[in-house]
């Protein structure tokens, strides 16, 4: 299985300030046709998971352009260009170029 | 507006069977792959199985092969998951999960609220 492993676990951050969370996979996530199928989602405390970027970089539908995702191959970042009090919540980053998908641990975002 | 409705959770005893439902509304089901991801208590996701749109591709994590089963009725718009031979280790929310994509599933796009359960003696 490939694994992913996020860091850090646990990010406080001041708001207004830009935060940033990795991810590195196990092995390549890039298929032979050069697509990599590697997203973001964020989970608010009590809510159900939500997706913010597929595809490395994509950002979903009403997803706010603080929000972007960049990397290749096994590593990954979310980055939030200013943290705004909505964005507290686990990130979750997720490979599914080959099964089983796996997720990573998580990162709390929270507020200083 | 899409929305994704869980039913079915509850507590079981070890060795025990569930049927887990997902009502799906808003978008055309037959057209969108679907997937069931869990979360157990205090923990992080862990997907459990996906399908295609048509139904018949299915894929499923090694810790639930041989004794889950997704399946869907694009009649009915609705998703399932049978869960047969319950282990303790399978207490969690479990959350239905559609996707951007038709034929293999990959970015859960849209989520339930989750249904739970509960496997206990």
């Known amino acids: 299985d490939i694994v992913m492993t996020q860091t850090p676990l646990s990010s406080p951050v001041t708001l207004g300030q830009p935060a940033s969370i990795s991810c590195r996979s196990s092995q390549s996530l890039e298929l032979r046709d050069g697509a990599t199928y590697l997203s973001w989602l964020q989970q608010r405390p009590g809510q159900r998971p939500r997706l913010l970027i597929y595809?490395?970089?994509n950002r979903f539908t009403g997803v706010p352009d603080r929000f972007s995702g960049s990397g290749a191959g096994t590593d990954f970042t979310l980055k939030i260009s200013r943290v705004e009090a909505e964005d507290v919540g686990v990130y979750y980053c997720?490979?599914?170029?080959?099964?089983?998908?796996?997720f990573g641990q998580g990162t709390k975002l929270e507020i200083k | 507006e899409v929305q994704l409705l869980e039913s079915g959770g509850g507590l079981v005893q070890p060795g025990g069977s569930l049927r887990l439902s997902c009502a799906a509304s808003g978008f055309t089901f037959s057209t969108f792959a679907m997937s069931w991801v869990r979360q157990a208590p205090g923990r992080g996701l862990e997907w459990v199985s996906g399908?295609?749109?048509?139904?018949?591709?299915?894929y499923y994590a090694d810790s639930v092969k041989g004794r889950f089963t997704i399946s869907r009725d694009n009649s009915k718009n609705t998703l399932y998951l049978q869960m047969n031979s319950l282990r303790a280790d399978d207490t969690a929310l479990y959350y239905c999960?559609?996707?951007?994509?038709?034929?293999?599933?990959?970015?859960?796009?849209?989520w339930g609220q989750g249904t739970q359960v509960t496997v206990s003696s």
């Open positions: 399908m295609s749109g048509s139904g018949r591709n299915t």
């Open positions: 999960a559609k996707d951007l994509r038709q034929l293999v599933p990959a970015f859960f796009d849209y």
């Open positions: 595809m490395i970089s």
């Open positions: 997720m490979q599914s170029t080959q099964f089983p998908y796996t």
